[in-house]
């Protein structure tokens, strides 16, 4: 599961990377791929527990749901992905005013 979502990520920069290319970075596309890598850094601090504890779970063992460190520094870099997001919806803001001046 960690995989996939690295992948996912990875596809999403890519993506970022390919429409900045054209020198104009500051789209709604770019700040939604922005929010997608946000919320899947969200999922890289829940996922890997949840999967853990439903494997233990439908094994009949003790289950517990355990909130590691790690995953407390998933989250705190997944909120500052989302205000990155958020200043990048200004640069958009900023960008289309630009254009309509020139």
């Known amino acids: 599961s960690y995989s996939i979502i690295l992948g996912a990520m990875m596809l999403v920069v890519i993506l970022i990377a390919n429409s900045a290319s054209n020198g104009t970075p500051f789209t709604h596309k770019n700040a939604m791929r922005i929010r997608i890598i946000g919320g899947l850094q969200f999922a890289l601090a829940v996922v890997p527990g949840l999967v ?15 909130f590691t460190l790690n995953g407390f520094y998933m989250f705190i870099i997944g909120f500052a992905i989302m205000v990155l997001a958020q200043v ?3 640069g958009v803001k ?5 254009d309509s001046i020139a």
Do not use: I, K, P, V
């Open 52 to 66: 853990a504890f439903l494997m233990n779970f439908f094994r009949f063992q003790y289950a517990n749901l355990s």
């Open 88 to 90: 990048f919806d200004c």
């Open 94 to 98: 900023l960008q289309e005013d630009m």
